[in-house]
């Protein structure tokens, strides 16, 4: 829930009881739509300053996410700025209220005479912010201010979000490499990696009786094809458990497992049911070191509270991509009420338990953190995601699996296949872009709408 600071100004010559109106009706409307409010106002430019010195100490009594500027009428800069300025930390929403008519005459406090005087002020003095506007007669934008408000929030907690991370760079992949400096400074997302031998160490103190626990009351819920063995099941749930002592120890929100040179490698296990287990536990998942994708994944979660599931290509068309995944989806990304799961091998691997649950259909949102040329950028697309026509993938055992996919249509696919930065990207139901906008303005990151 976003803590935001609400302080509404009107100049000192104005009606009192009409600026308290104005501003009462305002925060009404805001705190319906869901943030948590404090309010302070009315705020004048009152000669000894008593008001904009209350307004500050009120508002520097708890931590705030954001601070929204409302302006219910002409009010002189210095007076909101002498306020503001305590806050330039915060990303701000500079809104301004309108008038009313009264039969066929326009009411005006001049709203806008106080806005446009500080927009350009705003941005000079170089703060984060946003610049709404209300128009007469039109439903008050409390809900656009809520989404900026959202925006910053999640901001915010990306500041003490940590990926927890088991290798480094499967496979030798470029895509999937990070700047740690850099990325910290942008988004303030920390990703930490722990040794494997660290994970197998805690595995193998995993007792039966825990492991049975799991298998039990976890992973038999899941809808199997055909029966996994015992010895399959009980290792997932050790390695499950394993990793999720430390994930809970060290705060981690989101873990990737070093895949193909790591797990299937070394430990001779496929990591999917361990993933598909901290999914339901409500942690982001993602496989091979994707790094950035991770990263991606920790800002869609902040903004809808999806799981924000990866998608990788395998196939583009004329007029849409074929995207899926070999090993695993995150579980809200399900059509039905648990995983559907089958016992099979790929290539020279051993048996593994393979996801391969019908996904759910509609509008989606796929998205992806790129670092390019020394700067980030999001790119950001809305697709049309359908069940896919009959596919598999070539060296599974036959008969092969349906994989979990979507076959998503997309505006532009010469356009996406000439940008497209890494083989795996974020889906999120829904269309979330303004949203993503929103925080990527937060945090200084440039939009490429694909």
Not at 33 to 59: F, I, K, M, W
Request: include cysteine.
């Amino acid at each position: 829930m976003a803590k935001i600071g609400f302080v509404g100004f009107g100049e000192v010559n104005t009606p009192v009881e009409v600026v308290v109106r104005k501003c009462q009706a305002a925060e009404a409307a805001l705190r319906a739509e869901g943030p948590e409010l404090l309010s302070v106002y009315p705020v004048a430019d009152d000669y000894e300053e008593t008001q904009v010195r209350d307004a500050v100490r009120r508002l520097s009594a708890e931590p705030l996410d954001a601070l929204v500027v409302c302006v219910a009428g002409w009010i002189p800069t210095h007076a909101v700025v002498k306020v503001t300025e305590h806050f330039r930390h915060l990303p701000m929403v500079l809104w301004g209220l309108c008038g009313w008519y009264e039969g066929d005459r326009l009411v005006t406090t001049a709203d806008q005479a106080g806005t446009s005087g500080l927009r350009a002020t705003f941005e000079g003095l170089g703060y984060t912010f946003t610049y709404i506007y209300d128009v007469v007669g039109r439903q008050t934008k409390s809900a656009a201010v809520a989404a900026y408000c959202r925006a910053a929030a999640a901001a915010r907690a990306l500041r003490s979000a940590k990926v927890g991370m088991a290798g480094y760079r499967d496979m030798n992949l470029y895509g999937t490499l990070y700047d740690g400096v850099s990325l910290k400074r942008t988004t303030g997302v920390e990703i930490e990696t722990f040794e494997m031998l660290e994970m197998q160490q805690r595995y193998e103190k995993i007792s039966g009786e825990e492991k049975r626990k799991v298998v039990e009351e976890r992973v038999k819920r899941w809808h199997f094809l055909k029966p996994a063995s015992d010895a399959a099941m009980e290792k997932a749930a050790g390695y499950y458990l394993a990793v999720k002592q430390i994930a809970e120890e060290r705060g981690y929100r989101a873990i990737s497992l070093k895949d193909v040179d790591g797990m299937k490698k070394l430990c001779g296990f496929p990591p999917a049911p361990i993933f598909m287990l901290l999914s339901e536990d409500g942690c982001t998942t993602i496989p091979e070191n994707d790094s950035l994708g991770a990263v991606t994944q920790l800002m869609m979660n902040a903004l809808t509270g999806q799981l924000a599931g990866y998608l990788e290509f395998y196939e583009f068309f004329e007029h849409s991509v074929l995207a899926g995944v070999p090993d695993f989806v995150a579980a809200d990304m399900v059509d039905g009420d648990a995983y559907t799961v089958l016992p099979a091998a790929f290539g020279l691997l051993d048996q593994g338990i393979l996801n391969v649950s019908r996904l759910k259909t509609g509008t989606v949102t796929m998205s992806r953190l790129v670092y390019k040329n020394g700067k980030y950028l999001m790119h950001v697309l809305l697709g049309d995601g359908k069940t896919p026509p009959k596919w598999e993938e070539c060296g599974w055992d036959q008969p092969a699996p349906q994989l979990s996919a979507l076959e998503i249509g997309i505006p532009d696919v010469e356009r996406f296949a000439q940008n497209v930065a890494c083989q795996h990207y974020i889906v999120t139901y829904g269309d979330d872009r303004a949203a993503l906008r929103a925080l990527c303005a937060i945090l200084g990151i440039e939009v490429v709408e694909l």
